[in-house]
């Protein structure tokens, strides 16, 4: 015998859900009439209209408090009940077939929007409990159809638990503006060598890397921004670089961008010979430090003068391992392959970057822990950099377009739910860089911040 009914749940039954899923929907006109029938009506109008002078005297007073912990709160409550509100929610979702029918009384069964976030002006995440038989993917491949129901420049998904997922719905470009260059830290003391801030996340919270025991790997077509990257965690480093605790090492084969960094270099090199040669040289230094951490007994270095932190640059890896000499190229993938598996350890870091990242092209790039993904050319280059499936979760980096305002801007992937953040990275220009050079040779102070 079936323990299923063939009969729906009655409508009053579904409307004390309602209640009790929504209970600000009962207690906020609830307590508006009580207070009426208490204090009387123009006692309560005046207590409402003085909470509603209040909270404007604190948007105009104060906007950053005010932006930081009452609007995001009032932000959402407006999308959820004007946006989203349930007929809305309910044509979205069967528009974009992800509702699904009871087999027994019938009734169409819709996924649930549990509640809705807006940390950013610009991006709102739905947090939807799944209909009994759905999964992520079904959401994954419905992502275009999605993206244009929302009315949304884009839409990604994750994972938040068994049967919860959520939505992140980009309604506008969060990075409108240039961000500034990384002031430099004025003593060692300052510098986190696991977390140095590069730029922002479409949130609005800050977007940061660390060169210790992490590769990174940017891709990113001509004028992306690839470049402003490396020079934003340089410029985070800058005092470890003038004390002797960083040692920088540059493969340039372009010669453009990096060459007013040779004077502050430990080596630096530009023909793909001369580059193998580095690459050689860096390693050893690697199988060096591993030799004295083995005879510590030690798993991992700590940076010092003893044991810096050796920082690799490899610009245009395309040149370096595909397009050059074959006898150095090898070289150069065999040397890089060993530094990717072994060097986080010993504090010998690589950041590369390149125009295509394929395979052929970048034979080494799943040894890369972090990747950044920035304007491409291809659709397919976003799965080749972020991983299988990156873009199809939102990362649309080849739909960034191709104007000097978006340099800078792409996506990484979260390590935890591996999906997709819209990231900018800082703008450093040639006098920041040349500030940083002067700053590490001794010849210049600091500016002043004010």
């Not at 979702?93 to 649930?112: D, M, Q």
């Amino acid at each position: 015998m079936s323990r299923t009914s063939n009969r729906r749940r009655g409508r009053e039954f579904q409307a004390a859900l309602w209640l009790v899923r929504h209970p600000g929907s009962v207690l906020a006109p609830g307590t508006v009439i009580a207070s009426g029938m208490e204090l009387g009506w123009s006692a309560t109008g005046g207590i409402t209209g003085t909470a509603a002078l209040g909270l404007a005297g604190w948007y105009r007073a104060h906007p950053d408090t005010f932006d930081r912990y009452a609007a995001p709160h009032l932000r959402a409550w407006r999308r959820r009940w004007v946006r989203y509100v349930g007929p809305r929610w309910r044509d979205i979702v069967r528009a974009c077939e992800l509702s699904s029918t009871h087999r027994k009384t019938g009734e169409e069964l819709f996924p649930r929007l549990l509640r809705v976030r807006s940390a950013s002006p610009h991006v709102e995440t739905l947090f939807v409990k799944l209909v009994k038989g759905q999964h992520l993917r079904h959401f994954e491949a419905k992502l275009p159809e999605l993206t244009e129901a929302l009315k949304a420049e884009r839409v990604a998904v994750e994972r938040v638990k068994p049967m919860v997922i959520a939505l992140i719905v980009q309604r506008s470009e969060p990075f409108t503006e240039v961000i500034d260059a990384p002031e430099m830290p004025e003593t060692v003391d300052a510098v986190d060598f696991t977390d140095i801030y590069v730029g922002e996340d479409e949130y609005g919270n800050e977007f940061r890397l660390g060169p210790l025991g992490q590769h990174v790997f940017v891709a990113g077509a001509t004028g992306a921004g690839k470049n402003s990257i490396p020079a934003s965690l340089l410029r985070g480093m800058a005092p470890a670089l003038r004390d002797g605790l960083v040692r920088l090492w540059i493969c340039d084969p372009k010669q453009m961008e990096f060459a007013a960094l040779a004077p502050v270099a430990h080596r630096y090199a530009t023909a793909t010979e001369d580059c193998a040669e580095l690459v050689g040289e860096y390693v050893a230094d690697m199988q060096a430090t591993q030799r004295e951490l083995s005879a510590r007994g030690d798993r991992k270095i700590t940076v010092c003068r003893e044991t810096p932190l050796n920082v690799l640059i490899a610009d245009e890896m395309g040149a370096l391992l595909a397009y050059g000499d074959g006898a150095s190229a090898r070289e150069l993938r065999k040397s890089l392959a060993l530094v990717g598996s072994q060097g986080r350890a010993t504090g010998h870091s690589m950041l590369g970057l390149v125009q295509e990242p394929t395979k052929d092209t970048v034979p080494v790039r799943e040894l890369f822990t972090v990747r950044v993904c920035l304007r491409v050319t291809s659709a397919s280059h976003v799965d080749m950099t972020l991983g299988e499936g990156a873009r199809l979760r939102g990362a649309l980096a080849d739909e960034i377009p191709n104007v000097p305002e978006t340099a800078g801007i792409g996506y990484v992937v979260r390590q935890r739910t591996r999906t997709p953040l819209r990231v900018r990275s800082a703008y450093v220009s040639d006098a920041e860089v040349t500030e940083l050079v002067d700053f590490v040779r001794g010849t210049t102070r600091l500016r002043a911040v004010s």
